[in-house]
């Protein structure tokens, strides 16, 4: 950090584009999330208006203590567009689970209805009887893991998609030592770039385990060991 506060407050070596290569350097560092936990509670700047300031000092060299400003405050911003990014997309894969496993239970239960009506016409006596009561049970068994469904919709509508998190709570990305967590529906293990995420309900056994907690918040769980490492 020293080196970099002696960089700029040097102006020939920041006409000579330093800077700009150190920019560049934090902006990598911060695809990585290497910031995610630096940002201080209830500060934060938009990328537009970092971009911005970048610009103006670019051109009218504003003091070096702008840039450091600058500096600490942009990879913030960056991280905060891509976990804005990362929640929407999470989201947005839950909201289309419901979707195919609503299509799914609602042809079942078509198919058992036409089952039974086709089994009302064909048989007669106790056959028929015990076929339409097997019919009804699998249609009621169905319409319930609608109403489930409909309690996971009504769940994924009060979640945030781009609300910052510091603690386990619906909406929240959680890294452990274990895998990285979700916290909405029970949606099971979700693809993205080529990381798994296990989108879990708050009431589940892990989701249970781990909310109200921050990043350093160690628990067991059937003989595991459990460290959260970040909550985002």
Request: hydrophobic share 45%; charged share 20%.
């Amino acid at each position: 950090m020293g080196i970099l506060w002696v960089t700029l407050s040097r102006r020939d070596i920041f006409e000579k584009g330093w800077v700009w290569a150190l920019f560049s350097s934090v902006f990598r560092q911060s695809d990585k999330g290497t910031f995610v936990n630096c940002q201080p509670k209830g500060r934060s700047i938009s990328w537009n208006a970092a971009l911005v300031l970048f610009t103006i000092s670019a051109h009218s060299y504003l003091s070096w203590q702008v840039w450091c400003w600058a500096l600490y405050y942009v990879p913030i911003a960056c991280n905060i567009d891509r976990m804005a990014t990362l929640k929407e997309q999470l989201h947005n894969l839950c909201i289309a689970h419901i979707a195919q496993r609503e299509q799914r239970i609602a042809q079942a239960i078509a198919d058992a209805r036409d089952a039974a009506a086709n089994d009302t016409k064909s048989s007669a006596g106790d056959k028929y009887e015990t076929g339409r009561e097997i019919m009804q049970q699998e249609i009621d068994l169905n319409l319930a893991r609608l109403a489930e469904l409909q309690k996971q919709k009504t769940a994924m509508a009060h979640i945030s998609a781009n609300e910052a998190k510091h603690i386990v709570a619906p909406g929240a990305v959680v890294t452990t030592n274990n895998g990285t967590f979700y916290i909405a529906i029970g949606a099971g293990p979700l693809k993205l770039d080529g990381k798994t995420y296990y989108a879990i309900s708050p009431a589940s056994p892990v989701g249970s385990a781990m909310a109200g907690q921050r990043a350093g918040h160690t628990f067991q769980l059937n003989g595991k060991r459990f460290v959260i490492e970040r909550v985002e």
